[in-house]
């Protein structure tokens, strides 16, 4: 199986399904079943249910997951919907744009809201 070359953070672009042609960041990965979470895409509606913590019913809205295979990088530098390709650099591995070739920098953790 091939790695997984999608991180947290990653802007993708959305290539099939009905959020086809979209644009968001990952908000998480699920290596196990090669699955991402795209902030703002694929939202479904759930009805939540009164509970001991929540004392109204109503409906949420919220991601689910999408297949990695439905998704592809946008390159930072070129702006452009891209493959990943792996560059050995002084004992790093980096993640290179295959269009431009210039090394995808690892986007930053965007500090907690409190
Ligand atoms: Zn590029």
């Given at each position: 199986m091939t790695k997984i070359k999608l991180q947290k953070n990653d802007k993708v672009l959305v290539?099939?399904?009905?959020?086809?042609?979209k644009t968001g960041r990952i908000e998480r990965v699920i290596t196990k079943k090669r699955e991402v979470i795209v902030s703002k895409i694929n939202i479904v509606k759930r009805h939540i249910k009164p509970s001991q913590h929540r004392s109204v019913s109503g409906v949420v809205e919220s991601e689910s997951p999408l297949a990695i295979s439905k998704v592809a990088l946008i390159c930072p530098s070129c702006g452009k919907p891209t493959r990943v390709g792996y560059q050995k650099k002084n004992n790093e591995k980096n993640r290179i744009c295959?269009?431009?070739?210039k090394v995808i920098e690892k986007t930053k953790e965007e500090p907690d809201k409190k």
């Amino acid at each position: 199986m091939t790695k997984i070359k999608l991180q947290k953070n990653d802007k993708v672009l959305v290539i099939s399904g009905k959020d086809k042609g979209k644009t968001g960041r990952i908000e998480r990965v699920i290596t196990k079943k090669r699955e991402v979470i795209v902030s703002k895409i694929n939202i479904v509606k759930r009805h939540i249910k009164p509970s001991q913590h929540r004392s109204v019913s109503g409906v949420v809205e919220s991601e689910s997951p999408l297949a990695i295979s439905k998704v592809a990088l946008i390159c930072p530098s070129c702006g452009k919907p891209t493959r990943v390709g792996y560059q050995k650099k002084n004992n790093e591995k980096n993640r290179i744009c295959k269009r431009c070739k210039k090394v995808i920098e690892k986007t930053k953790e965007e500090p907690d809201k409190k």
